[in-house]
């Protein structure tokens, strides 16, 4: 792989403010990749025990990707805003021309018993992590398909789209839910050239990974902590976002051109084990 595999390319990410996605933004355009970058950048869910990310977030976002010397476009967008998701890639195809790489990243995460939680709590969860993206993959297969280039479309799911945890089954619901859309996604977008995988992190290091509300739940059950064993590989850290972008780096690039409907852990073994 070149330095740059992906010079001339343009990425649209999704939940780009911090974390895995200000992360996936850095090392796309560290690849020669120009971005384009959405976040909410403001409350999402209520339920969340994590704060939101800011404007200043994703200001930071474009600092970092403008440091790689990379164009890139930011706007503070929900996901769940589908006709604002439409105009901003309207507007990357009137910017840049071309959209070649699609990183559905945005996600909420929080706690409860499946019974127990609100019908709001169920609601927002599935509103983000699953309606949200399916208004992302709206937005910009048409412009992929029109492009005639192919391309590779990333969704995050995770650990929890493929092995069920207690505690957050709305969670798990929303990341098993991606698992079936972007497989048959995959399938669909086949004949033109495009792409179409999940990855699957656990443990990440970064503000919704880092919820202490998690806590409460773990000591007012104890038998809920067998369900989150350790990874095969040494677990004294929680993984670094820029390790899950060395895959999102992958899949973006010609070097997985053989891969698509796939599941990637990036979980040190955990789904193993």
Same mark, same amino acid.
């Given at each position: 792989?070149?330095?740059?595999?992906?010079?001339?390319?343009?990425?649209?990410?999704?939940?780009?403010?911090?974390?895995?996605?200000?992360?996936?933004?850095?090392?796309? %355009?560290?690849? !020669?990749?120009? =971005?384009? @970058?959405?976040?909410?950048? +403001?409350?999402?869910? /209520?339920?969340? #025990?994590?704060?939101?990310?800011?404007?200043?977030?994703?200001?930071?976002?474009?600092?970092?990707?403008?440091?790689?010397?990379?164009?890139?476009?930011?706007?503070?967008?929900?996901?769940?805003?589908?006709?604002?998701?439409?105009?901003?890639?309207?507007?990357?195809?009137?910017?840049?021309?071309?959209?070649?790489?699609?990183?559905?990243?945005?996600?909420?995460?929080?706690?409860?018993?499946?019974?127990?939680?609100?019908?709001?709590?169920?609601?927002?969860?599935?509103?983000?992590?699953?309606?949200?993206?399916?208004?992302?993959?709206?937005?910009?297969?048409?412009?992929?398909?029109? %492009?005639?280039? !192919?391309?590779? =479309?990333? @969704?995050?799911?995770?650990? +929890?789209?493929?092995? /069920?945890?207690? #505690?957050?089954?709305?969670?798990?619901?929303?990341?098993?839910?991606?698992?079936?859309?972007?497989?048959?996604?995959?399938?669909?977008?086949?004949?033109?050239?495009?792409?179409?995988?999940?990855?699957?992190?656990?443990?990440?290091?970064?503000?919704?990974?880092?919820?202490?509300?998690?806590?409460?739940?773990?000591?007012?059950?104890?038998?809920?902590?067998?369900?989150?064993?350790?990874?095969?590989?040494?677990?004294?850290?929680?993984?670094?976002?820029?390790?899950?972008?060395?895959?999102?780096?992958?899949?973006?690039?010609?070097?997985?051109?053989?891969?698509?409907?796939?599941?990637?852990?990036?979980?040190?073994?955990?789904?193993?084990?």
């Amino acid at each position: 792989m070149t330095d740059q595999p992906l010079a001339g390319k343009v990425a649209f990410v999704t939940g780009a403010a911090r974390g895995q996605g200000r992360s996936h933004c850095v090392r796309l %355009a560290r690849a !020669g990749a120009d =971005i384009v @970058a959405i976040d909410a950048c +403001a409350p999402v869910a /209520a339920a969340n #025990g994590y704060e939101p990310a800011t404007p200043a977030d994703l200001a930071e976002t474009v600092n970092l990707v403008e440091g790689e010397g990379r164009k890139i476009y930011a706007k503070e967008i929900d996901v769940r805003d589908a006709e604002g998701q439409q105009r901003v890639v309207a507007e990357t195809i009137e910017q840049f021309g071309r959209l070649d790489i699609v990183v559905a990243n945005a996600g909420v995460l929080n706690w409860g018993r499946l019974w127990e939680i609100s019908q709001q709590q169920w609601q927002d969860t599935l509103d983000i992590n699953l309606t949200g993206m399916w208004n992302t993959i709206r937005a910009v297969v048409p412009a992929m398909i029109e %492009a005639g280039d !192919g391309g590779s =479309i990333i @969704a995050t799911s995770s650990a +929890a789209g493929i092995k /069920a945890v207690p #505690g957050c089954g709305h969670y798990c619901a929303t990341k098993f839910g991606v698992v079936g859309m972007i497989n048959s996604l995959a399938v669909e977008l086949g004949e033109f050239g495009i792409r179409v995988n999940s990855i699957h992190p656990y443990g990440t290091d970064t503000p919704m990974g880092m919820d202490v509300s998690m806590y409460q739940v773990l000591q007012d059950h104890p038998q809920y902590i067998h369900s989150f064993s350790p990874g095969a590989l040494p677990t004294d850290s929680l993984i670094k976002p820029d390790q899950i972008s060395d895959i999102v780096v992958w899949l973006a690039s010609d070097a997985s051109s053989l891969v698509t409907a796939a599941q990637i852990p990036a979980d040190k073994g955990y789904l193993k084990i």
